[in-house]
């Protein structure tokens, strides 16, 4: 095991907590929580799958701490975010001293608790595709028991139109 050396808080950073739309995609910043999530209407409108894993999320307290960047730094198959973000086709903004790299989150994913974020990177933001007039989805979580239970699966979709020509998925 690797002893760290340097914990660094970043919670009060509030230049990391947003919710916008921005450059054609939904753009969260890291410190945004799942609280959040529940409360923009852009979330609710152009990003369904990801408001309704929100309400699954676990209890208020929880919802009120977990951020969604916190979500998917462990790699955890149960991530209830995952699935809804890897249907938008998520991206990870990743900033080091060195620069900022962006990737896609089925790239950031590497293996079973394993992520691509390199020594010294601090993942600032995660986008999204907005579903838009044309798409459309759908979000399903299966859980041992009604309330605050970890996901055994959960699976996102999300797919958009051209009339009646699905074009994308």
């Not at 079973?112 to 974020?117: E, F, H, I, L, P």
């Amino acid at each position: 095991r690797n002893a760290v050396e340097r914990v660094v808080d970043i919670s009060r950073l509030d230049e990391l907590r947003f919710i916008e739309s921005a450059g054609g995609r939904i753009r969260m910043g890291a410190l945004a929580t799942v609280t959040d999530l529940l409360g923009s209407d852009l979330i609710q409108r152009e990003a369904t799958p990801l408001h309704e894993s929100a309400v699954e999320f676990a209890a208020p307290l929880v919802r009120n701490r977990a951020t969604v960047a916190g979500n998917i730094m462990d790699a955890s198959p149960a991530a209830d975010l995952a699935p809804p973000l890897l249907a938008q086709d998520a991206d990870v903004e990743l900033t080091s001293a060195a620069g900022r790299r962006t990737l896609p989150l089925c790239e950031f994913f590497l293996d079973y608790r394993k992520t691509a974020v390199r020594s010294g990177e601090l993942v600032t933001a995660i986008s999204i595709r907005p579903l838009g007039e044309d798409g459309r989805a759908a979000y399903c979580k299966l859980q041992l028991r009604r309330a605050m239970a970890i996901s055994v699966v959960s699976v996102a979709v999300a797919f958009w139109m051209n009339e009646d020509t699905c074009v994308d998925v």
